[in-house]
């Protein structure tokens, strides 16, 4: 995802009024108090080209449950090959495996379990070993990883039953209390946000970075899920409910019960549940719920733990937006994984450089990623492609199956540049996807669900794109990027809310290097997609950015994600 301007010490903003009680206060009827006048001035805060202040540099916190935990590690087994892992038969459950609900680790790690979570995560979220714990395979804004998960495992699962949480660098499952009776067998992952290192990189900026790392967190787990186990995923489900499964203190009171303990909003869930068993009619959630209280983490050693202001105003927000009093239960879908998808290509995707991204990619991909994106989530965001190429053009789907229709005709790409932190790179790449919607009256749980699932959807995307062998790199920060009001459209009603930038490999070299210098520009944009036959049903040319750059301010040049702070 993309870095922050380059900054410089800025006044920070003025006070903003909060609802009495503050921002988790709720009136009579149960609703937050004035959450849509705060929601609305975040977003629109978040939306301006206000560059961030500077704030203190914020380490990573250590993992604040004691005990080493249980390791997960595949021992000296070989590496599962791809075509087994995702394209072979089944494997079968395990005779004799435990089902009881006995207490944590009273059982050892098994790795012939029908769910092994300990490649589950190895795939999805965990660290490289050896590694600073940045690269993951698991995109991240700025690589700062503020994403945890907390497992909560049913019977046949490699790790006895119980709650768990995951600790990514060590690649450890730390217990935090025994499972309650009759949960279903499989295993839930609730992904929390801690939200310190992120805030002070992107300050007023980082709590929709928080929201897409979350749903590109999902994305990753989903997708890393095996064979033997179906894959639903959940992102509106009440944050209270999602508390109380995964044994944590609800949001607003956990800074007082658990000081020692970062804040950590919960805002999706996972679920792994084991094919061709019985269907479950109770929801998951619930059934983990009866039994809330779970063990606290010890007290961290040096100073408590301070909120800062935008830390503060972050957290409220992501708790505020958790609140789902519609559906408490949430809405479980199924998880799909793109076509080509091997372990392989989880573990080593990455965003690309953004000198890998100027070929553009072929039409027929193009329409395929895009196809990924849109049918990842039933309540998710719009999307577009942006190409540029001979024929420089924005597309939609096509309305009958895949394929692209024309939405307007012009390079929107330098404009996409100005509206994405003016990272200049993007106005050369070979195309963006784009999730758009959330206007600026979106109530909280719009907000939410658009965001993380237009992270979802992202995390999916460039999945798909990495097994077509397409290059690609995650664009979270966008700033004035009123995507419809620059078609034309009503203004504030259609916001890009995420991107992909998209390359085709480099072209093997067929010449020497002297003698491929010397090609003229032509040859090297012969491959753009070409003018699509049919009528286009908007023809109007995208415009460009009318605001040059703000005085002072220098392009980036260096790729996302190269520095932990700026």
């Known amino acids: 995802m993309p870095d922050a301007l380059d900054r410089a010490a800025a006044p920070t903003r003025d006070a903003r009024a909060e609802p009495p009680g503050g921002f988790g206060a709720k009136d009579s009827a149960g609703e937050s108090a004035g959450a849509p006048d705060v929601l609305g001035r975040a977003l629109a805060d978040a939306r301006s ?78 660290a490289p070993a050896g590694s600073s714990g940045r690269l993951r395979p698991v995109p991240s804004a700025g690589a700062l990883h503020p994403v945890r998960a907390h497992l909560l495992v049913g019977p046949g699962c490699s790790l006895p039953p119980g709650r768990y949480a995951y600790d990514p660098h060590t690649h450890r499952a730390h217990p935090r209390g025994p499972a309650p009776a009759g949960v279903p067998a499989g295993a839930l992952a609730v992904l929390t946000a801690a939200a310190s290192r992120t805030v002070a990189h992107y300050g007023h900026r980082a709590w929709p970075l928080l929201l897409l790392d979350a749903g590109h967190a999902a994305a990753a787990l989903a997708q890393a899920g095996p064979p033997t186990a179906d894959v639903l995923v959940c992102l509106d489900a009440d944050g209270a409910l999602l508390s109380a499964a995964a044994g944590l203190p609800r949001t607003p009171a956990r800074h007082n019960e658990w000081p020692a303990a970062e804040l950590e909003p919960p805002l999706a869930a996972v679920w792994f549940m084991p094919s061709g068993g019985s269907v479950w009619t109770i929801d998951p959630l619930s059934a983990w719920a009866t039994r ?61 450089p953004p000198d890998d991204l100027s070929r553009p990619p072929e039409r027929e991909l193009l329409a395929s990623v895009l196809t990924t994106a849109r049918t990842a989530s039933p309540a998710g965001p719009d999307w577009t492609v942006v190409t540029g190429g001979a024929a420089p053009a924005l597309y939609t789907a096509g309305r009958e199956g895949p394929g692209l229709r024309l939405r307007a005709h012009g390079d929107a790409r330098p404009t996409l540049a100005h509206w994405a932190a003016r990272q200049t790179w993007i106005g050369t790449t070979g195309a963006v996807l784009l999730a758009h919607g ?52 009503a203004p504030g009603r259609d916001w890009v809310v995420h991107g992909l930038a998209l390359g085709a490999p480099p072209a093997k070299a067929t010449t020497p290097p002297a003698t491929r210098t010397a090609t003229p520009p032509a040859s090297r944009t012969a491959t753009a997609p070409a003018a699509p036959t049919a009528a286009p049903r908007v023809t109007r040319p995208t415009p460009h950015p009318t605001a040059p750059p703000a005085p002072g301010t220098t392009a980036r040049t260096t790729p996302p994600g190269e520095e932990e702070r700026p």
Do not use: M
């Open 49 to 126: 080209p206000r560059v961030p202040a500077l704030s203190p540099y914020v380490p990573e916190r250590p993992f604040p449950w004691s005990g080493p935990g249980l390791p997960l590690s595949d021992g000296n087994r070989r590496q599962t090959d791809a075509a087994a892992a995702f394209g072979g038969p089944r494997r079968k459950a395990a005779a004799g495996a435990r089902t009881d609900s006995a207490a944590v680790g009273a059982a050892p790690i098994r790795h012939d379990a029908p769910l092994d979570l300990a490649r589950l995560l190895r795939l999805s979220l965990a």
């Open 292 to 352: 809330a209280r779970a063990s606290a983490p010890v007290r961290a050693p040096g100073p408590p733990i301070a909120r800062p202001r935008e830390l503060g105003d972050a957290q409220s927000l992501l708790c505020l937006l958790a609140q789902a009093p519609a559906r408490p239960a949430g809405t479980w879908y199924s998880a799909s994984r793109p076509e080509g998808v091997t372990g392989e290509t989880l573990t080593t995707r990455r965003s690309a």
């Open 438 to 489: 959330c206007p600026d009256d979106a109530p909280p749980a719009e907000v939410r669900i658009g965001h993380l699932a237009a992270g979802y959807a992202i995390g999916l995307a460039q999945t798909h794109a990495t097994a077509l062998g397409l290059r690609s790199r995650p664009i979270g920060s966008w700033q004035q990027a009123d995507l419809g009001a620059a078609l034309g459209e």
